[in-house]
């Protein structure tokens, strides 16, 4: 069974699973009388509007849309024993609440023409199934988590709470990932990523219902404000962050195609050759952010030919020598620095005019982005991006050089990618 036969089946698993949590709260909160006035209404009230504020405004980590403030202040309602005598709300208090606030962000949405993401808002109410049930059936010398902290010590209190909220965010993360896990990457590897990606914002979302829990005692609703504040501030630094990475994206395309608009290489040529590029480092299970880096050093691996005062023919950068091919991907570095381009990609540019053999024979380091790029390059430049009879001549040409210029593993990826689809 492939991953997209293992992802198209758990999509809706995962939305009937987040619908099931949401039916079964809803019956156990009707049967127990439909009750939602608590001892500290206002409590409530703040993090309802934590969570429809959260879904309305959520951030982007590469490829994971995210809203911390809204799994913030779902977490914080579960966890955080209210009013003064200490009251933990039910379980299915807690869900509806929690859906209330999601059903009406989701209208929102939807009336402003945003996308709604019902796969991101199951997982995430996955989770808090998760962190609602562990903290209410798990028990500590007899007595369920959330009852136990209210008398601990504080630092064994906080502990408890962080791991019931960890295990809550750990599960939503890993059914995000299981939902889009449609590469030929390994499962472990993509948690792995996500996990790193999640980064110092993970932590906070992990933190912050404890913190607001291990608050509220002294300082009441208050809590609420104190703790997700600075969560909302560093958002907005994340978004600010989307910002510049989307005009350094738009920038890269630019410069990408100032060859083509200059008559140095073939239209399309880098957009090919990155297209290429991608596939390939899929099919040799790279990461999204090697892919990334990869595509990107693609995007610009031949704009250093501007600097040409007679073009190539064709463009074709192969049909260059040796010395040749190192000036243009010198000028590709130099223009590309300029643009803010990382080390990384700098480092793939320079390496992709290395012959294969240099690492065969002597151990040379030549990253793996770059091995990809000058395979993948040498078949556009070759195929000038057409297929059928051009392809097979093109491969031919390319395996005369198997081992010696090129990396056979890249070969054998470029193979599998340019094959036509049966039918």
């Known amino acids: 069974m492939s991953a997209d036969d293992i992802t198209a089946g758990l999509r809706p698993a995962v939305v009937g699973s987040a619908t099931a949590i949401a039916l079964v709260a809803g019956v156990l909160w009707w049967r127990n009388g439909a009750e939602l006035v608590v001892e500290d209404t206002t409590f409530v009230v703040l993090a309802w509007l934590a969570i429809v504020i959260g879904e309305l405004w959520r951030v982007s980590l590469d490829y994971r ?9 779902s977490m914080a309602l579960a966890l955080t024993p209210i009013g003064p005598d200490a009251t933990v709300l039910r379980a299915a208090q807690v869900i509806v609440v929690v859906l209330g606030a999601v059903f009406l962000a989701l209208g929102i949405r939807a009336a402003l023409g945003w996308s709604a993401g019902i796969d991101e808002v199951s997982a995430r109410l996955v989770g808090l199934g998760v962190t609602v049930v562990l903290s209410r059936n798990l028990t500590i010398e007899g007595r369920p988590v959330l009852t136990w902290a209210t008398d601990a010590r504080a630092w064994q209190a906080a502990l408890a709470l962080i791991a019931m909220c960890a295990a809550g965010i750990f599960v939503e993360l890993l059914t995000w990932t299981l939902i889009f896990w449609q590469r030929r990457v390994s499962l472990v590897s993509m948690v792995r990523e996500d996990l790193m990606r999640s980064g110092a914002l993970g932590s906070a979302m992990a933190h912050a219902g404890p913190l607001v829990a291990l608050v509220a005692p002294v300082a009441g609703p208050t809590s609420l404000i104190l703790v997700l504040g600075p969560l909302a501030l560093a958002m907005a ?3 600010r962050r ?3 990475q989307a005009i350094y994206r738009e920038t890269v395309a ?9 008559g140095h290489t073939r239209p399309g040529h880098a957009r090919r050759v990155a297209d290429l590029c991608s596939a390939m480092g899929h099919e040799l299970l790279m990461s999204d952010r090697e892919v990334d880096n990869l595509e990107r050093a693609a995007l610009l691996h031949d704009v250093g030919q501007v600097a040409l005062t007679v073009p190539l023919p064709g463009g074709a950068s192969i049909l260059a020598d040796p010395d040749s091919q190192r000036r243009i991907a ?17 480092d793939a540019i320079t390496a992709s005019t290395q012959q294969f053999r240099l690492m065969r024979e002597f151990g040379e380091k030549i990253p793996l982005a770059a091995r990809i790029l000058k395979v993948a390059n040498a078949y556009d430049d070759l195929t000038g991006g057409r ?10 040409r390319i395996q005369l050089g198997l081992g010696y ?12 990618v340019t094959k036509a689809p049966p039918g």
């Open 65 to 73: 849309t995210t809203a911390p403030l809204a799994v913030a202040g």
């Open 237 to 239: 630094g994340l978004r």
């Open 242 to 244: 989307e910002r510049t």
């Open 254 to 262: 630019a410069l990408s195609r100032l060859t083509d608009d200059s």
């Open 330 to 346: 010198g000028d590709s570095v130099r223009i590309g620095s300029q643009a803010g381009l990382e080390v990384e990609v700098c």
């Open 387 to 396: 297929g059928g009879p051009t392809r097979s001549a093109a491969l031919e």
């Open 405 to 416: 210029e090129y990396d056979p593993r890249c070969v054998d990826a470029l193979a599998r």
